[in-house]
């Protein structure tokens, strides 16, 4: 198991966001986390990434517990966060971008994580010495994405890469987190597109108000008719 998180509670002052989150992912595995607009999803990848505090429960990560660890010491063990609505450097050019990804975990060669990353991603190599700010939504994401990934992680958290995008983009970027497993990456896909999400999953949990409801294979919660009920407006 690379990730054992057990009766995690995180919250805002006196609001308690999280009251008890146990979840898992094994190395290699996709795992979707799915719900609804404030159900606590960033506010769960935040605990994990360490910018949120934890009031109680544990985050075991390659078997350390990491729950007290300083968010530089998780990047340096192979945690990397995509933040919601990316976040890219806008005045930065798309390759500077991709650099500072590198500075935070070093890979043996940057050069060739860049080309790496152009390879993963050959609309970045066209744009590479374009200011990030000028990309449209699904080319920044591709670039936050190549940013985490420089940092070779061993656990990438994914907070809703689908925001804002069009279908057609949102399936282009699934296809890309797909391929990414394939490459033995193990990723936690945070997702209100919980369609998108589920089926490419291999396993997934259902967040409702800071509490899992419901948790299984992603294609067993696609067909169930609770899941359908609420998330896929079936
Ligand atoms: P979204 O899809 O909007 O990102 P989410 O599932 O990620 O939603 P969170 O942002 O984690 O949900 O929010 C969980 C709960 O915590 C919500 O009730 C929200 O109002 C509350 N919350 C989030 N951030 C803060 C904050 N800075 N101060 C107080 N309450 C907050």
Redesign the pocket.
């Known amino acids: 198991m690379l990730l054992d998180v057990k009766g995690l509670k995180s ?3 006196r ?1 308690e ?1 999280l009251h008890g989150i146990d979840l898992s992912v094994n190395k290699g595995e996709l795992v979707a986390l799915v ?10 990848l935040r605990a994990l990434s360490g910018v949120q505090g934890v009031t109680a429960g544990t985050i075991r990560y390659a078997g350390e517990d990491i729950t007290r660890a300083s968010p530089q010491k998780r990047v340096t063990l192979g945690i990397s966060q995509v933040p ?1 609505g990316r976040q890219v450097f806008g005045p930065l050019t798309v390759e500077d971008n991709l650099r500072l990804g590198a500075f935070k975990r070093r890979g043996e060669d940057p050069a060739a994580d860049l080309e790496r990353m152009y390879g993963l991603f050959p609309i970045l190599k066209k744009k590479r010495l374009d200011a990030a700010g000028t990309l449209s939504g699904g080319q920044q994401q591709m670039l936050a994405m190549g940013r985490a990934l420089m940092a070779h992680p061993d656990l990438l958290l994914l907070d ?1 890469p689908s925001m804002g995008l069009s279908p057609l983009l949102v399936g282009e970027i699934f296809n890309i987190v797909q391929m990414l497993k394939e490459q033995g990456v193990t990723i936690l896909l945070v997702e ?1 597109n919980a369609y998108a999400a589920l089926a490419i999953a291999d396993r997934g949990y259902v ?1 409702e108000t ?1 509490t899992i409801t419901l948790t299984g294979a992603g294609t067993d919660l696609l067909a169930n008719d609770q899941v359908r009920a609420a998330y896929l407006g079936m």
């Open positions: 919250g805002y002052g609001i966001a719900g609804a607009n404030g159900a606590g999803k960033t506010t769960f919601e809703e209100q967040l800071g």
